[in-house]
């Protein structure tokens, strides 16, 4: 997300930590909706277990800054697109 603009650091961070253990942030693409979600992994995704916990909520607020995120996604569409695209396989 090095040419996106971004509404803190901390989210720029969890975008970067998709398929991470713990929470992320992962920008989906349905059809012509762009969205964030928030996402949470009891496991990295290249780990084995018997086990994983995930779960996915999609967001329209900053957790850690309360910003409206619809402008982040209007300053950035083309490139959030692309990042959606690059991490489907990621998606609940």
């Known amino acids: 997300m090095k040419n996106i603009n971004s509404c ?7 975008v970067s930590e998709i398929g991470k253990k713990g929470l992320s ?3 989906i693409k349905e059809s012509d909706i762009l969205y964030f979600a928030l996402q949470g992994r009891s496991h990295d ?8 916990s995930m779960f ?3 967001i329209r607020f900053c957790p850690w800054c309360g910003k409206d995120l619809q402008n982040l996604i209007t300053e ?3 490139e959030l697109a692309k ?3 690059l991490n489907k ?4």
């Open 76 to 78: 950035n569409k083309i």
């Open 89 to 92: 396989k990621y998606a609940l």
């Open 25 to 27: 942030i992962i920008p």
């Open 8 to 14: 803190c650091d901390t989210f720029l961070w969890k």
């Open 56 to 58: 996915q909520q999609a």
């Open 83 to 85: 990042l959606a695209e």
């Open 45 to 52: 995704v290249s780990e084995v277990a018997d086990k994983h």
